[in-house]
């Protein structure tokens, strides 16, 4: 058990360290307290001197992941920045498993870790939760019997997770996407109408039984572009690459692509509450 001259030095050498990277950045104590994502007065009594207070697990990691420093040298167990420790990178690479189960198993554990916080999505084609079977299969027609049934696995953890009373999550798409995939044309020109057709009744379901908890935005994509990535509340985001994942664990570029999101969401042309009726509207014209 941690005596209280304990914990009053791992306060103090924390305190000086914390200084000591302000510094080292040349920032103000407002603008470093946004970009770890606390509040200038909270951080203001980490610093005090004199002060026994420490950050809570969330809060060092932040500071950690902005700062590109271990978590020991940040608490005093290592004496120089440059020594081994729990170091927590800003930027990771997580190659697409040859096993669908392998990538299924990490985006789940991403959106456990991010339950109750906000999750911000822009898919590459249409959200994972929404797709039909048959829509799935047509998508990941290059994985294997097993491979397939594990991408309709986490489809369906998705469609649970995303019905959770405390799940909040927001998700923005172009409306071209749709546009097309009702008239059959580009990326959609080799399905049938039949599955197409299917796959739209499916969506205006269940984007109407999910809202407001889940809430899909669509905008023009000739006004803004979007990657798909999923920011997964402060903790974490992940910017799709194709067969690999970029894995942003920084604060500050967190927050930056939050604000895209938001960008996304104020131009958006159709909002979450009309969407439904957007999509219902589209199979009228097929």
């Given amino acids: 058990m941690q005596n209280s001259s304990d914990k009053r030095d791992v306060a103090e050498l924390f305190r000086k360290r914390l200084l000591l990277l302000i510094s080292q950045r040349e920032q103000s104590l407002s603008t470093f ?28 990691h932040a500071i950690a992941r ?3 420093v271990s978590l020991d040298w940040l608490l005093g167990l290592v004496t120089s920045i440059e020594e081994p420790g729990d170091t927590v990178s800003m930027l990771e690479i997580h190659q ?3 096993k ?6 990490l985006l789940t554990q991403w959106h456990k870790e991010a339950l109750g916080y906000k999750i911000r999505y822009v ?31 986490a489809t369906r953890y998705q469609l649970t997770y995303s019905r959770r009373p405390e799940t909040d999550m927001e998700v923005c798409m172009p409306l071209q996407r749709l546009e097309d ?16 057709r299917e796959q739209l009744y499916w969506m205006a379901d269940l984007i109407e039984e999910m809202y407001p908890t889940f809430r899909l935005f669509l905008f023009d994509q000739h006004r803004l572009y979007a990657s798909p990535y999923t920011v997964f509340g ?14 942003v664990n920084s604060s500050e570029h967190i927050k930056s692509l939050t604000t895209h ?26």
């Fill in 33 to 60: 307290a946004t970009a770890i994502g606390l509040d200038r007065s909270a951080l203001s009594q980490f610093l005090a001197e004199g002060s026994t207070r420490l950050p809570r697990a969330e809060t060092l």
């Fill in 66 to 68: 902005t700062c590109g």
């Fill in 96 to 98: 697409i498993a040859k």
């Fill in 100 to 105: 669908a189960d392998d990538d299924n198993q």
């Fill in 123 to 153: 898919p590459a084609t249409l959200p994972d939760l929404l797709r039909t079977e048959a829509i799935s299969q047509l998508e990941f027609a290059n994985y294997d019997r097993e491979g397939i049934a594990a991408r309709e696995e």
């Fill in 181 to 196: 995939l009702a008239a059959g044309t580009g990326f959609w020109k080799s399905i049938s109408v039949d599955i197409r």
């Fill in 234 to 247: 402060p903790k974490r985001a992940a910017i799709y690459l194709g067969k690999m994942y970029l894995v």
């Fill in 261 to 286: 999101f938001d960008s996304l969401i104020r131009i958006s042309t159709v909002s979450p509450d009309r969407t439904a009726n957007f999509v219902r509207k589209l199979i009228k014209t097929m």
